[in-house]
């Protein structure tokens, strides 16, 4: 329930903080104290279309906070958390509105949209008038109304999950069968692939390995020719080794002759002759490494070209071919059970569809026997609100070939204001008055059922007589015992009633400066304010005495 309203700067309050408690409570006032203020700034703080003209005049913005107790289990907690808010303890709704026209929102103190404050506005409060074009009198409103009333919203419930479940088969019927027509305009071509990738046989990884085995051997071949003509002036008939190694064997016998002048020169020539050797030696095992058959060399090649052909050929790179053989292979397997996979999926279509139309049935078997219910309750309400020659009926136009996930039915509420009138939607045949005492009637019968946990009746009781105004009391009296109900009126049989009554007044801010006030009234002072209501701006006696019996009386 709504717990409190503080508002700042909008219109004529500066500033204003009330309390609200449960039951029923009655704002009171003369005409243009600000009553209809009230309402809007709470309007806004439920995400009403903000206006730079709700600003007081001299202020650059103004805010309204409302705050709200409502259980943990609550739909509007879980929409919160499904925005990624924190919902802990009071749920607390603020707005900002600038004199410019730019506006600001926050739920629980963190930045969010109009759109979600508008969401969980009308899940926490329902706003009713004379004139009032939303709520009970939308159409798409009074199927859930029917059924909360019922006690079918489960059945409902399940009834969209059969929908659903339907519409899935459906779908999966559908795209299977696509696949199965698409492969089948395909299936030669398919074949002719399959068999193609089947005798390629393409690996995961095989270009990239191909690729290098090629480059390797590619340049050992270019470095082939100079490795042979190293081995050729090292090893072969030009070689200087054997002369090398002739020279040295003579300059060794000389050196005996001449000691110690050729010692050196016999061992650089050693050295040098060792090197060679060493340098044959490396030449011959370079050889044996860079050593390739040249078919190898082909293979691989040819490998690697048929790889890259097919890749253009079939619009991928060589990488996803063993994935395209898959698809391929997937695609002739549901070609070649197609027709049996469709008749399965057909009969889950049929079967969901069954499940569907049996609970739709049932669904819509019981809003049968909870609209005449509802009829009724509704009927029973309104002689005492002087419309005893009126009728309401809750019609359902149902067709069990225009499915959705709400069953068969269309609901609406219909009314009859006289007889021999023609009866039709209450929203285009009811007036004013009689708009809201239809619409009282209705949350009458639907009690907490169906309802948010804040109902604000504006002026509902305008236009009627003394024994109307004391049957609308009566009514939202009864209403108060499971919902909060707050009501603007202007009849003193409605104020007697409250059991919170809040005086709505125009203030002297300064001398060039008015504003509105609000003050929860004692018993004195209430009964002073309903002998006001009954005999206007002289307040007498009798006025007094008869405000007493009003408080007095027993609901």
Known sequence: MLTHLSIRDIVLIDRLDLTF??????????????????????????????????????????????????????????????????????????????????????????????????????????????????????PDAHRL???????????????????????????????????????????????????????????????????????????????????????????????????LNSL??????????????????????????????DAQMAVDTAIAEAEFDPRELEDCEERLFALRAASR??????????????RMVAALADLDAGEEQLALLATKVDEALSVYRTAAAALSEGRQAAAETLSAAVMAELPALKLDRARFTVEIASDAEQLSADGFDQVAFHVQTNPGTR????????????????????????????????????????????????AIGQRLKRLSDTVQVLSVTHAPQVAARASTHLLIAKGVKSKDSLTTRVRTMDDASRQEEIARMLAGATITDEARAAAGRLLSEDV
């Open 21 to 138: 408690e449960s039951g029923l409570s009655v704002l009171t006032g003369e005409t243009g104290a600000g009553k209809s203020i009230l309402l809007d700034s709470l309007s806004l703080a439920l995400g009403a279309r903000g206006d730079g003209d709700l600003v007081r005049e001299g202020s650059e913005r103004g805010q309204v906070t409302a705050v709200f107790d409502v259980p943990a289990d609550h739909p509007a907690r879980g929409l919160i958390r499904e925005n990624g808010l924190e919902d802990d303890g009071d749920l607390i709704f603020r707005r900002t509105q600038g004199a410019d026209g730019r506006t600001k929102v926050y739920i629980n103190d963190q930045p969010a949209s109009v759109s979600l404050m508008r969401q969980l506005g009308k899940l926490l409060v329902e706003i009713h008038g004379q004139h009032d074009d939303r709520a009970l009198v939308e």
């Open 248 to 277: 040295l064997r003579k300059l060794e016998r000389k050196s005996a002759e001449v000691p110690g002048l050729l010692d050196n020169v016999i061992a650089a020539m050693d050295g040098a002759i060792n090197q060679l050797a």
């Open 423 to 470: 009866a039709g939607p209450i929203l285009k045949v009811a007036s004013g008055g009689e708009l809201s005492r239809f619409l009282l009637a209705l949350k009458v019968a639907l009690a907490d059922r169906g309802s948010a946990p804040t109902l604000v009746f504006d002026e509902i009781d305008t236009g009627v007589g003394g024994a109307v105004a004391d």
């Open 145 to 243: 109304l029917l059924d909360a009333f019922g006690g079918l919203t489960g059945q409902a419930r399940d009834v969209s999950r059969c929908y659903q479940a339907w519409r899935l088969a459906e779908r999966a019927h559908r795209e299977h069968r696509e696949k199965v027509e698409e492969a089948a305009r395909e299936a030669d071509y398919l074949r002719d692939s399959v068999d193609e990738l089947e005798r390629l046989g393409p690996i995961d990884g095989e270009e990239d390995d191909l690729a290098e085995r090629r480059a390797t051997m590619m340049k050992a071949e270019k470095i082939a020719a100079d490795i042979n003509e190293a081995q050729d002036i090292l090893s072969g008939q030009t070689s200087p080794v054997p002369l």
């Open 313 to 326: 050929k079939y619009s991928v790179p060589v990488s996803e071919l063993p994935a395209l053989a898959e």
